[in-house]
């Protein structure tokens, strides 16, 4: 009491706000213990990263060039990237074909490890002899007749249905006498 009577007001405030602080924060650090400290909101939430081949854009204006690149799918388009798989030139050149070189094995990898490649890489893909042919179906007139006919995904021309083969033990209509009349 003594003491009290010799100290400042302010100060024995300060002090009884400094003990309650005190007590709170030991009892969050034993909570914490209790908890564990892992699940604590100081570490951050570890993402899966889903990794895609996708075309990243370079060249100038009208010259399109791109590189086929292995990167995070919530990445910009021409934004960091895990590796350059290759390249892709739309443009003709001077035998008027198109030009792409890729990194064989390491697309492999990228594939076998779960790695997802976007619409156009999926295409180039193809052409290159690495993915089977997508599974290709052509509709019908719209209006029309809802026919879905297969389509050769190398020409783009429709694939006709094969006909069964007619064996040569079996009579044909006109060749059968019990139907002719006398």
Request: overall charge positive; glycine content about 8%; proline content about 9%.
């Given at each position: ?8 007001p ?5 002090i ?32 899966n ?7 990243s ?10 590189r ?15 590796e350059v798989l ?8 001077q ?8 990194k ?5 990898y990228?594939?076998?490890?779960g ?9 180039l893909?193809?052409?290159?002899g ?33 006909k ?9 209509e ?6 002719k009349?006398?």
């Amino acid at each position: 009491d003594s003491v009290e009577k010799t100290l400042n007001p302010s100060l024995i405030l300060s002090i009884s706000n400094f003990e309650s602080k005190l007590k709170l924060s030991l009892s969050l650090f034993l909570s914490l213990e209790l908890v564990g400290f892992d699940h604590f909101a100081f570490r951050q939430r570890k993402r899966n990263m889903v990794v895609r081949l996708r075309l990243s854009r370079l060249g100038c204006k009208n010259r399109p060039f791109f590189r086929v690149m292995a990167a995070d799918s919530r990445s910009p388009r021409d934004g960091k990237h895990l590796e350059v798989l290759g390249y892709f030139n739309p443009l003709p050149g001077q035998d008027g074909g198109k030009r792409m070189g890729l990194k064989f094995d390491r697309i492999k990898y990228w594939l076998s490890v779960g790695a997802q490649p976007s619409d156009p890489v999926q295409r180039l893909l193809f052409r290159s002899g690495l993915l089977p042919p997508p599974p290709m179906v052509a509709m019908g007139r719209k209006g029309g007749a809802r026919e879905t006919r297969p389509v050769d995904p190398m020409t783009g021309r429709y694939l006709d249905a094969e006909k069964e083969p007619v064996s040569d033990n079996q009579p044909k209509e006109e060749d059968n006498p019990e139907e002719k009349s006398p």
